[in-house]
């Protein structure tokens, strides 16, 4: 190919500290030429000037391309508030890049809370299922999820949550368990009420240790009541579940006798307990000597 003739072009001047063309030699030229103008002067270069500007152009171009790629993460970020803000739902706007964020596990639990503050319970479950889906097993605490729900009214969300954590595997604390059974205890509705006994329960295996509190409370609301019939049934549904789990559930009855002293209850259901086999363990003992006291 021949240089064209009837052209005339001043390419860019190169420093002489420099052996090949930058942004700042091309005192930015680049940003204004057009493709005819940079044809033709690719026809009147040389060989190594011409491998430059090739070279500048497809850096000037992944630049753009990782700037593309900044800003479109950067809108991903913000995209649960563009939704709240638009009343759109989050699952059905396709988006890649959501499902990397979910694994942040603080920011969903921040979300999470904003949105039970401000009663959006439909972007509170899409959170939800978000750390469910994670990985965040070992390292969220439990209680950071369930407080934000039991404080915004929704109690009966919160029981169902704390299910579904304890079957996920979370680290569940006797904290957490006792602050949801005394909300849905405190509400007076029978139907929370079982959902409190559904409750325990499922976490009963294995390890009944974290239901302590909150099968004190279900019994200690029995025994203030009076209702018997509904401490049998819970008695009987928690030793359904193994002789330990029976031993624990007797404990528990035993320390809300104590609790409300209630000595003569303490005393049937110690007999109660004799008559299915268990031997008096060291908190029977101690809780039969506090309801004395």
Sequence with gaps: ????????????????????LTPSSMNGWYHVVSTNT????????????????????????????QRWLKEDCKLTQIHGKLCKWKDVKPAKIPCNALNAL????????????????????????????????????????????????????????????LQELHAKGFVIRQKTVELVVTSLVKSGKLGLMKQAEDLLEHMMCPNPSVTTLGCQIIFAQCLFVGDTKALQSFLDRCARHGNSCQVHTYNCLLRACAQLREAQQAEHWV?????????????????MVLAWT
């Design 102 to 161: 979910s694994c942040d596990a603080d920011v969903l639990i921040e979300e999470l809370t904003e949105s039970c503050n401000k009663g959006k319970f439909q972007l509170v479950e899409h959170c939800f299922a978000q750390l469910l889906k994670g990985k965040a097993v070992e390292t969220v605490d439990a209680h950071r999820i369930i407080l934000p729900c039991v404080q915004s009214g929704a109690i009966a969300r919160a029981g169902n949550w």
């Design 38 to 65: 940079l044809m033709k002067f690719m026809f009147q270069a040389s060989l190594d000037t011409c491998c430059c500007v090739m070279a500048l152009v497809v850096t000037v171009l992944v630049a753009k391309r």
């Design 271 to 287: 007999e109660h307990a004799a008559q299915r086999g268990l031997q008096p363990t060291l908190p029977m003992c101690h809780a």
């Design 1 to 20: 190919l021949k240089p064209l003739s009837n052209v005339t072009w001043n390419p860019p001047v190169l420093h002489s500290s420099c052996s090949t």
